[in-house]
């Protein structure tokens, strides 16, 4: 009985020090990013990012809790506009304020997770015209710390977020093309 126990200690052992072996090989950052075609004008679109309290009507993360308790300030849009969410297990807590808005092209985001993780990464939005129609980009990129590397090992964060990103643009797809 003490043989099986030490063998399976071992084998732990061994899975473990595996797993820090693989997180240790990847990279100390990461960049989500998905991009969609909209058939409105940059100028229609970007509103809809530049102003937090228009996140209720396309963003995928919203929806995910109700009695989610959101908080608006700063500026009304753009530059200095900032918002705070503190939700359930599906959406957590954190804050976001646009650091840049550069009407009607490109909008950059300091986000900043409190749980279910920390997390202090950035987001982007761009709009590039396109004949009638607008390529909108979402990107989000930041360090990856030990602990994420580790979660990476089991958990695709690309496709994990990047399906969000894409619901969130169709969304947004669905709201400008009415």
């Known amino acids: 009985m003490l043989k099986a126990v030490a063998i399976v200690a071992v084998v732990l ?3 473990i020090a595996g797993v820090l072996v693989l997180a240790s090989t990847k990279p100390d950052t990461f960049r989500v990013e998905r991009s969609l075609a909209l058939k409105a004008p940059a100028e229609a679109v970007y509103p809809l990012v530049a ?3 228009f996140w209720t009507s396309w963003s995928p993360y919203e929806g995910r ?4 308790k959101r908080t608006y300030g700063g500026a009304a849009a753009g530059k200095g506009a900032t918002y705070g ?12 304020e646009i650091l840049e808005a550069s009407t009607p092209s490109k909008l950059r985001i300091k986000l900043d997770f409190e749980r279910p993780f920390e997390g202090h990464n950035t987001a982007e939005f761009t709009f590039v015209p396109q004949g009638d129609a607008t390529l909108v980009t979402w990107a989000m990129y930041g360090p ?19 399906k969000d990103f894409e619901a969130g643009l169709v969304s947004l797809k669905k709201l400008t093309e009415k």
């Not at 969410?85 to 976001?96: E, P, Q, R, S, Y």
């Open 51 to 53: 102003d937090f309290h």
């Open 85 to 96: 969410w503190d939700g359930n297990n599906d959406v957590g807590a954190g804050h976001m």
């Open 65 to 68: 809790d109700p009695a989610m």
């Open 13 to 15: 052992a061994i899975g």
């Open 144 to 162: 990856a710390p030990f602990m994420s590397k580790v979660m990476q090992v089991f958990v695709n964060m690309d496709s994990m977020i990047g």
